[in-house]
């Protein structure tokens, strides 16, 4: 294992894959001590964590990753307490709710970011578009003012950069927290006028919503839209960029997409197995647990490398292809996003969003290629992922022919 360059370096983050490949072949169980955590990397050990059918790999460690800048969110509940939680907040993304009341808020969103460049013939897709686009759609879905959006936008970037800050820069850490004073300044008095005066937003909903007696306080509300601005936000933004990035690299399968354009959740599911909008994931284990061929004690942390899992040529042919016409890929329905794949996790925590998740890349997908017929690379340039816990192209400039609408 001594050759497999660290999970932290800089030539893993240039390319992670071939170090994914050693780690599955000759590390599937290895102790890392910067990150002080076991790092697992095959598909079988990866989603036996996720599932935790014996109840040994908690998510007690998002009490320290994720409490300075959210609260106490989802993420950190367990049991029953999770359960509850989950039902009140799951519908409000599937169903009904998702198409009747949220579809035209991720349409109206899509359409005016593409409106802005539609005309011009060249954009930065990343910039211009994967970046605000989910945010937006998360603003609006709580019904906040459009005037705040900009403010919103803000504050999601300091999110996912407390999140992402590997470096421990003091700057970044100092940023998060402000940030969370400020949401919380924002979020409470809108909760409360919504609880006195509710629309058909996603807050009064939340406000409303009932299970078993149960409600979410105002403080349980703020910590989950602070969490939608990084679970529903820098996620979908990286699914949207690298959708992009591999149909452009992979002309006959745009073509493909473009004449046939219910191949675009192949292209969804493809994109989020080939290359995962989120790569790593940390669980804590409640008891000694025999895993990947050794053993792990209690109270130890277990990095789960999603990226490599999703390529484990256990698991998926040619896993180092990117083709949507794959056979050994389960798509999505209507009604459920349940995966093989594990870009979504998998099990109690599996990702409620998966669904508006969807919508948002195909509707961004659709509106696109409508608007922007010949759409390809600028003249020489090739994409590039960044990122380690998070990874996605950090620019896409294209090039296209305007068209009059
Ligand atoms: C959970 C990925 C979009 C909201 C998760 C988890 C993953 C994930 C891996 C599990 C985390 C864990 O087990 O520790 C993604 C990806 C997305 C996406 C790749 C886009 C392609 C969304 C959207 C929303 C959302 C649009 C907005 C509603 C959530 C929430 C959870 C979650 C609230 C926590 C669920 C729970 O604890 O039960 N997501 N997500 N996600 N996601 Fe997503």
């Known amino acids: 294992a001594q050759s497999i360059p660290d999970i932290l370096s800089a030539e893993f983050a240039a390319d992670p894959y071939p170090v994914y490949r050693a780690l599955r072949e000759h590390a599937p169980l290895l102790w890392h001590e910067p990150t002080k955590s076991y790092v697992v990397s095959r598909y079988e050990d990866v989603a036996r964590v996720f599932k935790d059918k014996e109840s040994v790999f908690t998510t007690d460690n998002y009490d320290w990753q994720l409490e300075p800048v959210h609260g106490r969110t989802i993420l950190q509940l367990s049991g029953r307490e999770h359960a509850v939680r989950r039902a009140l907040v799951a519908p409000a993304f599937r169903g009904s709710e998702l198409q009747e009341t949220f579809l035209p808020v991720i349409r109206r969103n899509s359409r005016e970011l593409v409106d802005a460049f539609r005309d011009r013939g060249s954009a930065d897709l990343v910039a211009e578009y994967a970046t605000r686009f989910p945010v937006h759609v998360i603003a609006d879905m709580l019904g906040l003012d459009k005037a705040d959006h900009a403010r919103f936008h803000g504050w999601y970037t300091n999110v996912i950069a407390f999140l992402g800050n590997l470096a421990g820069d003091p700057e970044v850490t100092a940023a998060g927290e402000r940030t969370r004073v400020e949401f919380t300044e924002y979020m409470l008095p809108i909760i409360q006028r919504r609880r006195a005066e509710p629309g058909d937003d996603l807050l009064s909903r939340l406000c409303a919503a009932e299970v078993d007696g149960v409600r979410m306080s105002d403080e349980d509300i703020k910590a989950f839209c602070s969490l939608l601005l990084a679970a529903g936000g820098e996620t979908t933004d990286k699914a949207i960029a690298s959708i992009f990035a591999n149909l452009l690299a992979h002309p006959e399968q745009l073509a493909a997409v473009r004449a046939d354009r219910s191949l ?72 459920s996003a349940a995966a093989d794949h ?30 922007l017929p010949d759409l390809r690379f600028a003249d020489g340039f090739a994409p590039e992922e960044r990122g380690v816990f998070t990874r996605g192209p950090q620019t896409l400039p294209v090039v296209f022919t305007p068209v009059g609408r």
């Not at 989020?272 to 989120?278: E, K, M």
Request: proline letters at 4%; glycine letters at 8%; hydrophobic letters at 45%.
């Open 264 to 335: 675009i959740d192949r292209a969804f599911v493809e994109t989020l197995r080939w290359t995962p909008p989120v790569h790593m994931i940390m669980r804590q284990t409640a008891a000694e647990v025999e895993l990947a061929g050794g053993t792990v004690p209690a109270g130890a942390t277990i990095t789960c490398l999603i990226g490599s899992a999703n390529r484990d040529g256990a698991r998926y042919r040619d896993p180092d292809r990117f083709d949507l016409f794959r056979d050994d890929l389960t798509t999505t329905t209507a009604f």
């Open 342 to 371: 594990l870009a979504f996790a998998l099990g109690r925590h599996f990702c409620v969003g998966a669904l508006l998740a969807r919508a948002e890349v195909e509707t961004g997908v659709n509106d696109l290629l409508d608007a």
